[in-house]
């Protein structure tokens, strides 16, 4: 049966290469064989500034049933790279909530304050490259242009999360006078220059979407990085940014599947152009729906009332999270 599935699984993607369907060049799950789908490596990667909510609940169970159901593997991962935010009980408090959940995962546990060094190496690569640069505006700088603008009847653009993007006068700075500004220590941020960085990119990039977007999109899906201007990679405060934190980490540890809430969807356009600069690999994505809290908006940590930690001194058992999850309409394996 193994040698049968694994011909059909051959004979299926030689008919999509001759037929030049790329959107279909993807494993049917029933038709993987054995061998590699015990290769896939699943991560759920909070960060420590907040007790857990049903939304991570259901990325943890979801990665954490997945990998089992294909034998494959389960990491934790604790994204604390940002010093001032993180708190050694948040930390605690997550190992005890995914426990609670019945959940185990691989040790030991990556923690990203554990790997400054590997952050900064990746970051002076891309100095070398050319594609970063110091942006010196404060947020309320940034603010004060875009109210100004606006009160003068203009609009100002604004990334998919609905953020003002970055003025990019300052990519043109004289890069020696720049250098001479931080080294008197004067507040910067390394900004990827998106224009020179996009630039770099051999053709189009996309990704491999097995769940959905929030409107709807699946499969093979177009990247657009220049949707978010000039992201930072790195601050005086925070060594690397999310964006380029995680798709170190996610190379770093052989992430074959990436599984998280919708409200990142928009952000893996990043992560594929920082994956192609860095001659990263890309894994496959799966973007599942949000849990919605009270009032209808995503689910926050500053709401204690949708934490874990709550449900569980209600005596609500983890198989009742795991009913209330379905009950929003959230298939879980």
């Not at 925070?238 to 990436?258: E, F, K, M, N, R």
């Not at 729906?289 to 005596?315: F, M, Q």
């Amino acid at each position: 049966m193994m040698r049968k599935n694994l011909q059909r699984f051959c004979d299926d993607i030689m008919r999509q290469i001759k037929q030049c369907d790329v959107t279909r060049l993807f494993m049917p799950e029933d038709l993987m064989p054995p061998a590699l789908s015990k290769n896939r490596v699943f991560r759920f990667a909070p960060s420590p500034n907040g007790l857990l909510h049903l939304g991570h609940a259901l990325s943890a169970i979801l990665n954490h049933d997945l990998a089992a159901a294909c034998g494959g593997r389960f990491l934790l991962r604790i994204e604390d790279i940002d010093p001032a935010r993180s708190r050694p009980e948040f930390e605690t408090a997550i190992h005890r909530d995914l426990a609670w959940l019945g959940l185990d995962w691989e040790r030991p546990v990556r923690r990203q304050s554990e790997h400054l060094a590997f952050y900064g190496e990746a970051l002076e690569r891309l100095k070398a490259m050319g594609v970063l640069y110091p942006g010196f505006l404060s947020r309320g700088e940034v603010k004060a242009r875009v109210l100004a603008q606006e009160a003068a009847g203009g609009l100002w653009p604004r990334d998919p999360d609905g953020a003002p993007l970055y003025p990019t006068e300052e990519r043109s700075f004289d890069r020696d006078q720049a250098l001479g500004w931080i080294a008197a220590g004067r507040q910067h941020a390394w900004r990827l220059d998106m224009e020179k960085a996009l630039a770099r990119v051999p053709g189009a990039l996309a990704w491999s979407e097995a769940g959905e977007g929030p409107g709807g999109e699946t499969g093979l899906v177009a990247a657009r990085p220049e949707r978010w201007g000039d992201v930072i990679l790195s601050r005086p405060d925070a060594p690397a940014s999310y964006h380029l934190a995680v798709v170190l980490d996610d190379a770093a540890q052989g992430i074959t599947d990436v599984v998280r809430g919708q409200d990142l969807f928009h952000a893996t356009a990043v992560h594929r152009l920082l994956q192609s600069l860095l001659g990263l690999p890309a894994p496959s994505y799966r973007h599942h729906g949000l849990v919605p809290g009270p009032d209808g908006r995503k689910l926050s940590k500053s709401n204690e009332d949708t934490g874990l930690v709550a449900y569980r001194e209600k005596g609500v058992s983890p198989a009742g999270i795991r009913a209330l999850l379905a009950s929003y309409g959230f298939v879980l394996h």
